[in-house]
């Protein structure tokens, strides 16, 4: 299994609505990735955990909060959203942060729409 | 972070090869050279990575300048499913994928 699943794959929401985006992945990978894709934009990379352990959180807002409950799913907690959040949320793992020749496999991404 | 420069868009002939290059001039020793590619609708995909030595695999190759500051990326036969923006990555010890703006691959039947 070399599949990284992503739900919902579409989400719309209101502004004042708290909301869930949920990746998982059973690769056995320690590494797990949430990245931010605008429209024609390339992806750009939003948080980071290593071991369940959150390891780079590159100035998001605190109204997206990530969390890792176990190796196999990483959840991006949503609230109080703005329109200029709706993008495609990218997860993707690797077997370790670290290893530099690592591939990094992701899923299809959750596509929010703020309204 | 080293800084990669790649062509906005390209364009090729069904079942042509395509060339791919990627500008690296400030890669350090350390960088390992990676590509990604992202079909419409899709997540980023894992294409091919190299250090030093030109790389092969069943997607693609990899031909590295002998002074690294630049790559090519190889399709050998391409495919309208070839048809996705390529991502030039530099990535050394400790640092994480980031994406630069890539190049956009159009497939002409």
């Known amino acids: 299994d070399t599949e990284v699943t992503q739900t919902p794959k579409h989400l719309v929401m209101g502004m004042t609505n708290k909301k869930s985006l949920k990746c998982e992945q059973h690769m056995g990978h320690r590494a797990m990735y949430w990245y931010k894709q605008k429209a024609k934009k390339p992806p750009e990379l939003m948080f980071v955990?290593?071991?369940?352990?959150?390891?780079i959180n590159e100035s998001v807002p605190s109204r997206f909060s990530p969390e890792c409950p176990n190796s196999s799913l990483l959840n991006l907690h949503l609230h109080a959203l703005q329109p200029e959040d709706s993008a495609l949320y990218l997860c993707?793992?690797?077997?370790?942060?670290?290893?530099?020749?690592?591939?990094?496999?992701f899923g299809e991404g959750s596509r929010l729409t703020v309204l | 972070d080293a800084k990669t420069t790649q062509p906005n868009s390209m364009e090729s002939n069904e079942e042509e090869p395509v060339h791919l290059p990627c500008n690296h001039s400030?890669?350090?020793?350390?960088?390992?050279i990676h590509w990604y590619r992202q079909l419409p609708s899709q997540g980023p995909e894992y294409v091919i990575h190299?250090?030093?030595s030109n790389v092969n695999n069943r997607m693609a190759s990899l031909a590295i300048a002998e002074d690294r500051k630049s790559s090519t990326l190889i399709l050998h036969r391409a495919t309208l499913r070839d048809a996705a923006v390529y991502y030039c990555?530099?990535?050394?010890?400790?640092?994480?994928?980031?994406f630069g703006a890539g190049t956009r691959l159009t497939v002409k039947p």
């Open positions: 990555i530099l990535r050394e010890n400790n640092n994480d994928m980031r």
């Open positions: 190299g250090l030093t």
């Open positions: 955990y290593s071991y369940e352990k959150l390891s």
């Open positions: 400030t890669i350090s020793g350390t960088d390992y």
């Open positions: 993707a793992s690797s077997q370790e942060r670290v290893r530099v020749g690592g591939e990094l496999f």
